[in-house]
């Protein structure tokens, strides 16, 4: 390796003119194998300040993290510095290094030490996390998380889109069957595939956790710890508090990733965020789980960078589920990759102008590094708790439905039963968000993606749950004729944000009255979390569709104890 100390000066052009004059004759084999700049003071006492970048020349790769062609970001590296070469003479070692670098068109941008960088610091992090750093509240939430994306789970394994699902992997050839799969006992699946199959189970029937901002955290990363928890060998299988460490650290590098941009904060319009930072997630949560070093964990963040991403055009359809399936299946594919020493750009999370990394999905991206854990560490889900969903739908429709129930209430009071034949006109006040304003939907994932529909049910049945969004409920009459009855605004004020909107229902009737019922914060969302009694509720319904009662009993126990559980696989194995 050689080194060139570089000084301030205002000697490039000449310098840089020269290089490219004698490329021609430059012979990089008499310098070995590599080659790098170094821009470190020659001073021994500014060491310290070595350097801020440096570059390695290889003409076995073909990465190119630069900005602009070649000649020209070379020309710019060298803009305001001078050569002082440590050995040979100048002419030959700055010609020899200009023309292997016209030669090899390869380029990795790396710093002196990891945690300079914005990737470094979050690598740095998923490897040194430890138990200790975990607080009472965190451990509570989410193990309250853990529960509830089990038992949405179990109760979308009964969903056609998760029979597709399922068989499909069942089709592929699998030498290595050994992981669960939700609601099915008797089948085992290769842990990448039940990862994959056990996500798909999770969204469903959308029923599953939202976040602020907006995504779905934990069916990006349970299925592929449950998976990952059955793959490795007797003896080495991690404990509970393995597992929810692990599990934090996915929700924790989503959440992390998300604050990089303010487009992250509202409702999407272009990507499906799980889709994104849920892959992310899994490959953070999978290296923990798998012990992975510092550099594995930056290869994992950048291997799955590369595997990330679904547009909101397939919301409401079958298509949707896929996404969090293939997030925790392709993050946990990503760390299985790094294990195995594949390498990715160790910069993914940092803003290189002109060579987008993981801001290719944001217009605004501004990364921020990700401090080492210490004993202050805080956890975001300690700022920002969960919003859990009291029935299966897009979290949108939440805040409808509970208007929609208040106003129902309001019309019982002053007609003494609900008449639809009363009402004249439905005035929906709403948040603009094209893909959950549907006037008529079809199916049932377009119901549970229509804040039409949603406000409708509720007026007619007084409530809403899984029977809601069955083919004979979306398609009866009077809910067509409550349809068309409806005309939707949007208030200034009520901003597609699940941190900020609200959702407003007016019954206008014939008589020229007017009853208005308006929700600001629904039961279950982070600001009105649901009690304990309420999960359990919901899970023990959810998982009835599928086991026994005393096998559900059992899994939360377990949930309740996993930080005291000798073997995290013990929870996969009662699904």
Known sequence: MVYLTLQKSQKVLATSRQLHKTAAHASPSQFGSTVSFSSRCSEPSSVKKLSRRTLIFSSSSLLLSCVGSIEMYFTELLRGVDFVPVSHGDDDILSCVYKWFLDSWALVVARSTPEETVTGSFASFIHAVRPEHLSKTVCHRSKRMILDSIGVGLVGSTTPVFDIALQYCRELYSPVAVSSVYGKPGVKLSPTLAAFTNGVATHSMDFDDTWHPATHPSGAVLPALLAASQMLPAGTKPNGMDFLLAFN???????????????????????????????????????????????????????????????????????????????????????????????????????????????????????????????????????????????????????????????????????????????????????????????????????????????????????????SFAETSIHRQELRELLDKVVVEHPEDNVANFDKMYGEVALLLHSGDVLTGKCDTFYGHWRKPLSTESLLKKFRSNASHVLPEEKIEAIITMVDNLENLSDSSQLACSL
């Open 249 to 467: 650290v996915g929700l924790e590098v989503q959440g992390r990733l998300m604050h990089f941009s303010t487009e992250a904060h509202n409702i999407p319009r272009r990507f499906h965020p799980p889709s994104v930072v849920g892959t992310m997630g899994s490959a953070a949560a999978t290296a923990k789980l798998l012990s992975l070093s510092t550099a594995q964990c930056t290869h994992a963040l950048g291997i799955a960078a590369s595997l990330a991403g679904a547009p909101m055009a397939n919301a409401a359809t079958q298509a949707k589920p896929l996404h969090i399936g293939n997030a925790t299946r392709l993050g946990f594919e990503a760390a299985l990759l790094a294990a195995r020493g594949m390498e990715a750009n160790p910069l993914i999370l940092d803003e290189i102008p002109g060579c987008s990394g993981f801001s290719v999905f944001y217009g605004v991206y501004q990364p921020k590094p990700l401090s080492t854990p210490s004993e202050q560490h805080e956890f975001l889900l300690e700022k920002q708790d969960i919003a859990f969903k009291r029935f299966p739908a897009h979290l949108g429709m939440h805040w409808v439905v509970d208007a929609a129930l208040s106003v129902r209430n309001l019309f019982i009071n002053y007609a003494g039963s609900f008449s639809p034949s009363l009402i004249r006109t439905i005035v929906l006040k709403i948040p603009v968000s094209k893909y959950i304003n549907r006037p008529f939907p079809s199916s049932e994932h377009q119901a549970r993606h229509s804040f039409q529909f949603n406000a409708c049910a509720a007026l007619l049945d007084g409530e809403m749950g899984l029977s």
